[in-house]
């Protein structure tokens, strides 16, 4: 394991390297003042943790008073961007996010999540990882378009949503090629302007999220 700390425009980062059933993780640590839940997002396919929106999202949990770990999937720290296995990917993010709650996050709830493709994983393994909420940005409804014209119609991934059995929010892009996911009864759909990046309005990503914590953390009591 190696742990550094530094200095950055969002406070002090610490790096840790977790190790995983597929390789070493990479996870990026801040602390809010006095946590109250923890949150642990995951990238898209092709980005990293750096995104606009995953930036954004762990400023507003931070001021919201919940520690945040942008993690790094094993591919991305092994210098691919071609995402692993989805079996893969859901191991080796639940090693991460077991060793996180005995270590940085214990006692906290647990809210999981990600962007796109991260989204989909903190989703399969929100049983599995004991998470309290599920924190979505630009889910991917629909797989890319394929380029035959007689391909079959592609399939929906609603089921990873609905399979989600405790509070789940979408933070979506009006104009998201990749879809739109209805609300349901513990799933909060809101809409943003902009497209599957969520780049455009990065007030209201950070805002949806500011709106949406309180409903699925405690508040704690000051020490």
């Not at 931070?62 to 079996?87: C, K, M």
């Not at 996010?97 to 709830?109: D, K, T």
Request: hydrophobic share 45%.
């Amino acid at each position: 394991m190696r742990r550094v700390s530094d200095a950055c425009q969002h406070g002090l980062v610490t790096v840790r390297e977790l190790e995983t059933p597929h390789g070493p993780a990479r996870a990026h640590l801040q602390t809010a003042e006095v946590p109250r839940a923890g949150l642990v997002l995951g990238h898209g396919a092709g980005g990293g943790v750096t995104a606009r929106d995953l930036v954004a999202t762990a400023d507003a949990a931070l001021a919201e008073g919940v520690n945040v770990a942008l993690v790094e999937q094993p591919y991305r720290v092994a210098g691919r961007r071609a995402p692993a296995p989805a079996r893969q990917l859901d191991a080796a993010w639940i090693a991460v996010v077991e060793e996180l709650a005995s270590s940085e996050l214990a006692g906290l709830p647990l809210i999981a999540g990600g962007r796109s493709l991260g989204a989909r994983v903190a989703c399969r393994t929100a049983g599995a990882t004991g998470a309290v909420a599920v924190l979505c940005l630009a889910f991917p409804l629909l797989p890319p378009p394929r380029r035959s014209a007689r391909s079959a119609a592609p399939q929906s991934r609603l089921p990873e949503l609905d399979a989600v059995e405790v509070p789940v929010l979408v933070v979506q892009g009006g104009s998201d090629r990749f879809g739109m996911p209805p609300p349901a009864k513990t799933r909060t759909v809101v809409e943003v302007p902009g497209d599957h990046s969520l780049r455009t309005d990065l007030e209201a990503v950070a805002a949806a999220v500011r709106g949406w914590l309180p409903g699925v953390v405690p508040v704690r009591a000051p020490r």
